[in-house]
Nanobody, 122 residues
Framework: QLQLVESGGGLVQPGGSLRLSCAASGFTLDYYGIGWFRQAPGKEREGVSCISSSDGSTYYADSVKGRFTISRDNAKNTVYLQMNSLKHEDTAVYYC???????????????WGKGTLVTVSS
């Protein structure tokens, strides 16, 4: 069974950090571009970051550039999103997807996880 599972969400104060994980089972992540997306209450899902399968190039939305870092550990079949200097507006359910993406923010995801909630609040 092909599955993506996100973890690492939680409650954090503004300025704090979290590291999200996206673990795959049933398939090998290094053949796929992996994207992180988020959906805040009442808003559409937006792309946050991605790492391509071809050359490892990365993309970050302007709203997270300089604060978030995406990385992959092929040995663990896992992709991470390190989130620093978190702000209230980063509060959302974060999803990972596997498919194709590039360094300018184009996405085409084939598989999705169920999401992990990140709440930034004092």
């Amino acid at each position: 069974q092909l599955q993506l599972v996100e973890s690492g969400g939680g409650l954090v104060q503004p300025g704090g950090s979290l590291r999200l994980s996206c673990a795959a089972s049933g398939f090998t992540l290094d053949y796929y571009g992996i994207g992180w997306f988020r959906q805040a209450p009442g808003k559409e899902r937006e792309g946050v970051s991605c790492i391509s399968s071809s050359d490892g190039s990365t993309y970050y939305a302007d709203s997270v550039k300089g604060r978030f870092t995406i990385s992959r550990d092929n040995a663990k079949n896992t992709v991470y999103l390190q989130m620093n200097s978190l702000k209230h507006e980063d509060t959302a359910v974060y999803y990972c997807g596997a498919g194709a993406c590039d360094a300018v923010g184009h996405y085409a995801m084939d598989y999705w996880g169920k999401g992990t909630l990140v709440t930034v609040s004092s």
